[in-house]
């Protein structure tokens, strides 16, 4: 059996839900299909994340990309309500930030004023600022941090839900099946073959598969630099509380930690080898990550498992950061993935932007050419100097 249609996009997580929503909204009229094997999304990294919006980055794209992406997610319940019937996102926006030792602080100097000069409220703190934004921290070794107030965490899974059902509600066609090979002929997309066997007719496929998105690519020869890598996330309980709610915290360390309701969250990005993974163990916390939270915040000594999960990075291997935008080697064959553990704050404007590449051929809203797969080919490497 064969079917037709005019785009399809393979991964109905955040980024392929808002890529459809974005191109409908923007007045595509074609037929949207998106196939998503795993129907209630288990093992999505979406719902794994920790949904961390931040605007402190290093390099001017990911700065405007996560701008772009904030705004979109203050006016989010209004833009995605279906019915009237709001889409809430709990957006808490307590802020994100980093806290520095001697080291690091000329960089967050530096990482401020071009943060500041995209109009990012930014702040460089004093160690002693600090403690007016979380009272009990330990400041001994810190010198300072880079702050800003607007930004913070939402509920990921609500994110991508919203945009699943807006998209469906302007026409896309979500298919729960998996995709098996990408089709390609004389160097232009021809559909995709189902792991059912059903053949899928288009000229356009938008490869959105996360952590599966690498070995899709690689089985049609066209090889990304991505690989998937695990992260543990723990909840856990304090005796006593804290006098403020936290701003999404990374410590010197690279262990973040947030409020999560009444509970908090934990996690870093330890060293693991490549490959896809969900066990998360109860030693991450206890030898990992408890010695430094103990350690900066006195009140975390005293801390209870409440539970854990895993979820996949798709890292990317040469510069850390996403890879979006047409393929040059095949007609019709777009990219959006290797977000390596930013892409909740970069939904908004991925989608958006390749809406416009895909109707327009060019980007209009947010030029995001930096991302594109042939920078890798022409050296044009991207270096993040801020992840998480
Ligand atoms: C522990 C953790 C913490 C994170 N914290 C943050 C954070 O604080 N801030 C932030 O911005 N980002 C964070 N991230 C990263 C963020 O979650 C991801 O970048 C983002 O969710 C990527 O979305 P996606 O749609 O590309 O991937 P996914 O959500 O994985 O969606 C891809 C979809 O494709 C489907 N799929 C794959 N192959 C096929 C196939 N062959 N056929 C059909 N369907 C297929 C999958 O089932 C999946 O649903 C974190 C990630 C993790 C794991």
């Known amino acids: 059996m064969s079917y037709k249609s005019d785009i399809i996009i393979v991964g109905g997580g955040v980024i392929g839900s808002s890529v459809a929503y974005n191109l409908l909204n923007d007045g595509y009229t074609g037929e949207v299909t998106v196939f998503e094997k795993d ?12 949904g961390g919006i931040r605007q402190l980055f290093t390099t001017a794209i990911n700065i405007q990309i996560s701008r772009y992406s904030l705004k979109k997610y203050e006016t989010f319940p209004n833009d995605m309500a279906i019915d009237k019937e709001k889409t809430e996102i709990d957006f808490k926006q307590r802020g994100y930030l980093f806290l520095s030792q001697n080291e690091t602080i000329e960089q967050l100097k530096k990482q401020c004023t071009l943060q500041q000069s995209y109009g990012v409220p930014s702040e460089l703190l004093t160690k002693e600022e600090l403690l007016s934004i979380i009272p009990e921290l330990n400041i001994d070794d810190l010198n300072g ?30 298919v729960y099946e998996e995709i098996d090979t990408i089709l390609e002929s004389g160097g232009n997309i021809s559909g995709v073959k189902l792991t059912n066997g059903e053949i899928y007719e288009a000229p356009i496929v938008v490869n959105c598969a996360g952590p599966w998105a690498p070995a899709l690519s690689e089985k049609m020869g066209l090889p990304i630099p991505v690989i998937p890598l695990k992260r543990q996330i723990i909840q856990f309980d304090i005796a006593e509380e804290l006098e403020k709610d936290l701003p999404l915290t990374v410590d010197p360390t690279g262990v973040y930690f947030r409020h ?5 969250i934990a996690g ?59 393929h040059p080697e095949v007609q019709g064959y777009y990219l959006a993935c290797g977000f390596s553990g930013h892409g909740m704050q970069q939904a908004p404007a991925v989608g958006k932007g390749l809406s416009e590449l895909i109707r327009i051929g060019k980007y209009e809203t947010l030029d995001l050419s930096p991302l594109r797969f042939e920078r890798f080919e022409r050296k044009e490497i991207l270096v993040e100097g801020a992840i998480v």
């Not at 107030?149 to 302007?170: H, I, N, T, W």
């Not at 000594?301 to 890292?315: D, F, L, P, T």
């Open 39 to 50: 129907s209630i999304y288990e093992f999505s990294s979406t719902p794994r994340s920790a």
């Open 145 to 174: 941090g880079l702050y800003c107030s607007e930004d913070g965490y939402l509920d990921p899974y609500s994110v991508m839900q919203g945009y699943v059902r807006k998209a469906k509600q302007l026409g896309a066609n979500y």
């Open 260 to 264: 999560e309701g009444t509970s908090l």
């Open 268 to 326: 870093f990005s330890e060293a693991v080898k490549p490959g896809i993974d969900f066990r998360w163990k109860r030693s991450f916390f206890m030898e990992q990550l408890w010695p430094i939270l103990g350690h900066r915040i006195p009140n975390f000594e005293r801390a209870k498992i409440v539970s854990g999960w895993a979820g996949m990075y798709s890292h990317n291997t040469v510069d850390q950061n996403a890879i979006i935008g047409d």
